[in-house]
């Protein structure tokens, strides 16, 4: 069974980071792209960033751009999104999910397996 197990979220005022991380076990890894989510209350979880499998593509959407960075690392079966500049609408819940294949994608129906999801809450 396929488990991803978010960790790294938290409290932090505005301005502040956070590096969350999503450790992968019970199934491949390296050969799938990764991406993260995330929902705040009252809307519907949106995409975050993504990765491809070996790193070379990735991809950030525009909200977080310039702040968010993806990365992954392969021996170690874990994506990482370190989170810069954060802002009282960064808080959300937030997902990472495995890929069905290689190449990443952004919209929900490509990613077979999701993590519980962890909450971080930006105070301004």
């Known amino acids: 069974q396929v488990q991803l197990v978010e960790s790294g979220g938290g409290l932090v005022q505005a301005g502040g980071s956070l590096r969350l991380s999503c450790v992968v076990s019970?199934?491949?890894?390296?050969?799938?792209?990764m991406g993260w989510f995330r929902q705040s209350p009252g809307k519907e979880r949106e995409f975050v960033a993504n990765?491809?499998?070996?790193?070379?593509?990735?991809y950030v959407e525009d909200f977080a751009r310039g702040r968010f960075t993806i990365s992954r690392d392969n021996a170690e079966s874990t994506v990482y999104l370190q989170m810069n500049d954060l802002k009282p609408e960064d808080t959300a819940v937030y997902y990472c999910?495995?890929?069905?294949?290689?190449?990443?994608?952004?919209?929900?129906?490509?990613?077979?397996?999701w993590g519980q999801g962890i909450q971080v809450t930006v105070s301004s």
């Open positions: 019970g199934g491949t890894f390296s050969s799938n792209a």
């Open positions: 999910a495995r890929a069905k294949g290689q190449m990443p994608v952004m919209t929900e129906a490509g990613y077979d397996f």
């Open positions: 990765i491809s499998w070996r790193g070379g593509i990735s």
